[in-house]
């Protein structure tokens, strides 16, 4: 299959019965400026251009929203709770970015979707939402030209010092998503 431009992803998306029970498990929620971000979106496009009949198992979904008014991790916790309850199935992860600066000790997020252009890859700082209508809404801050091409490289936050050039490239290799994706191409900047 084809993938060219971001309403293609959409549409990818809207088709995937799994992937829309998922997004309405977090909706349900109703946890402001949530999305669900990061492999839950890379991997179904990558498996889409590799032609994978079978879904590749993601190691977590990862739920974020951003909310200032309530910065404990327990509720973050809870919230997990709710939705392993919901859905049992689903290896879910769940965070608030207004407090994640915190533990990735850099300055303040203003939003989830300045968190997700602050993820280390570009092919993965993606994330998807349901609007009020519930039609998918996705958010690529650094575009989606790398992902679709297949191409794994650093966001431009990530290429800013040495030391989260490193983190990025200890990923590469940690992930190794080039054994599950054979054609994607791997942008090393060390």
């Not at 890379?42 to 498996?47: A, E, L, T, Y």
């Not at 190691?59 to 200032?68: A, G, L, R």
């Not at 190794?176 to 054979?182: A, D, E, T």
Request: hydrophobic share 35%; proline share 6%.
């Amino acid at each position: 299959m084809k993938l060219e431009s971001e309403q293609d992803i959409i549409k990818l998306v809207k088709d995937d019965e799994w992937m829309m029970k998922i997004l309405q498990n977090a909706k349900s929620l109703n946890l402001p400026d949530w999305w669900i971000c990061a492999g839950f979106v890379r991997s179904k496009i990558w498996d889409t251009l590799h032609d994978y009949t079978e879904r590749t198992p993601v190691p977590d979904v990862d739920v974020i929203y951003f909310d200032n008014s309530n910065l404990d991790e327990k509720v973050e916790k809870q919230l997990e709770q709710k939705l392993k309850s919901i859905n049992p199935q689903i290896p879910w992860s769940v965070k608030n970015e207004a407090r994640m600066h915190v533990v990735n000790n850099i300055p303040p997020y203003s939003s989830s979707t300045d968190a997700i252009s602050k993820f280390p890859e570009t092919a993965t700082a993606l994330g998807l939402t349901l609007d009020e209508q519930n039609n998918v809404v996705l958010t690529a801050p650094c575009g989606v030209e790398d992902v679709l091409n297949l191409l794994l490289k650093p966001t431009p936050y990530f290429e800013e010092t040495k030391e989260r050039a490193k983190i990025y490239e200890e990923r590469i290799v940690k992930k190794n998503w080039k054994r599950i994706w054979g054609k994607v191409k791997v942008h090393h900047i060390q």
